[in-house]
């Protein structure tokens, strides 16, 4: 696994748990980049190795949210307009 210098997590296609797990690490180590895959990953659900678990991607955009990750801000944004793992709100 590599970090690359843009900010970007790279990983092997091809393992995809490895690639989540490689993110979920990163993302308990505080990184916003990580912590947002993670909450795309639980959003969207990765073929047959992650489900969608809403209350999940919530929690994990909401930290990448606050660590002003935009992509995050953008996501849960999206998960409170919709009420997608989060009560639906328009003022939050």
């Known amino acids: ?3 690359m210098n843009e900010g970007t997590l790279n990983f092997d296609a091809t393992d ?3 690639g989540f ?3 979920l690490s990163v993302a308990h180590q505080g990184m916003a980049t990580g912590q947002f895959y993670v909450g795309i990953c639980y959003l969207q659900g990765i073929l047959n190795e992650i489900q969608p678990n809403p209350e999940q991607a ?3 955009l909401s930290r990448a949210s606050q660590h002003g990750h935009v992509g995050g801000h953008y996501g849960l944004a999206e998960c ?3 009420g997608n793992g989060i009560s639906q709100d328009f003022e939050r």
Do not use: M, P, R, T
Request: glycine content about 6%; hydrophobic content about 45%; charged content about 25%.
């Open 1 to 3: 696994h590599e970090i």
């Open 58 to 60: 919530v929690e994990w």
């Open 80 to 82: 409170l307009a919709e």
């Open 21 to 23: 797990d490689f993110y």
């Open 16 to 18: 995809l748990q490895g």
